[in-house]
């Protein structure tokens, strides 16, 4: 059980176009979702967390124009990285929570995005 | 705030050797503990994690770790390791004050030889 998943789990772009990753919880419903990114030989760092229905919110630093996230059920988030750079290639990590408590984070397996 | 850090960048080994990865956090308020291992180009699974209770947690893998409050640490062991093994290991702190967002370290990487 508790399994995540991404879609797709590598995507090469050009300058300029924009890239949706999807992240689904499979058997589970998750109140919470969170994204991540990782760049190379570096740790996790938050972007932002997103509840169902509700706008997500954003770290300091990240620019919420630029990365759109949509947490429209309770199994489905989306980060939409809009006019994508060089600078935005990384490692792109989602994880959904099923409730509020202390509950641990599932982890999907990261999108690999290049940016051209 | 909330910080990790995890002092050893690389940690080689030899196969069937004990391991200790160090792990000491810094929070001021009670925090949950957590130690995810990362292959090469996968997402993160977990290891194993303290919410409360004992402190000396056992996980999956033959990993454990002892959470030590007077010296805010979280030490992951293994009494003997397996090529398998090698892998990035993240300790992570999360607190219900914060939203249980998880707060992650540089990481580990553990090298197992042969």
């Known amino acids: 059980g508790a399994v995540v998943s991404q879609h797709p789990s590598r995507v090469i772009c050009k300058s300029g176009t924009s890239v949706k990753i999807e992240c689904r919880s499979l058997d589970f419903q998750a109140t919470t979702m969170f994204w991540y990114r990782q760049f190379p030989k570096q740790s996790l760092m938050l972007m932002a967390t997103s509840n169902e229905g509700s706008k997500a919110t954003y770290e300091q630093g990240v620019e919420k124009d630029k990365f759109l996230i949509n947490h429209a059920s309770l199994t489905l988030s989306t980060l939409t990285v809009t006019s994508a750079h060089p600078e935005d290639s990384s490692f792109y990590i989602c994880?959904?929570?099923?409730?509020?408590?202390?509950?641990?984070?599932?982890f999907g397996p990261g999108t690999r995005l290049l940016v051209l | 705030a909330q910080s990790v850090t995890q002092l050893d960048s690389q940690v080689p080994v030899f196969e069937e050797a004990p391991v200790e990865l160090r792990c000491n956090y810094s929070?001021?308020?009670?925090?949950?503990l957590f130690w995810y291992v990362q292959y090469p180009n996968q997402g993160l699974q977990l290891l194993l994690k303290y919410l409360s209770g004992s402190t000396l947690v056992k996980g999956i893998n033959g990993f454990e770790a002892e959470f030590n409050k007077s010296q805010t640490s979280f030490h992951l062991r293994k009494p003997s390791v397996h090529i398998s093994d090698t892998a990035e290991y993240f300790c992570?702190?999360?607190?219900?004050?914060?939203?249980?967002?998880?707060?992650f370290g540089a990481g580990t990487i553990l090298r197992v030889k042969s």
């Open positions: 929070s001021s308020v009670s925090v949950y």
């Open positions: 994880s959904a929570a099923p409730g509020q408590g202390p509950e641990t984070q599932y």
């Open positions: 992570a702190v999360s607190a219900l004050e914060y939203g249980n967002k998880l707060v």
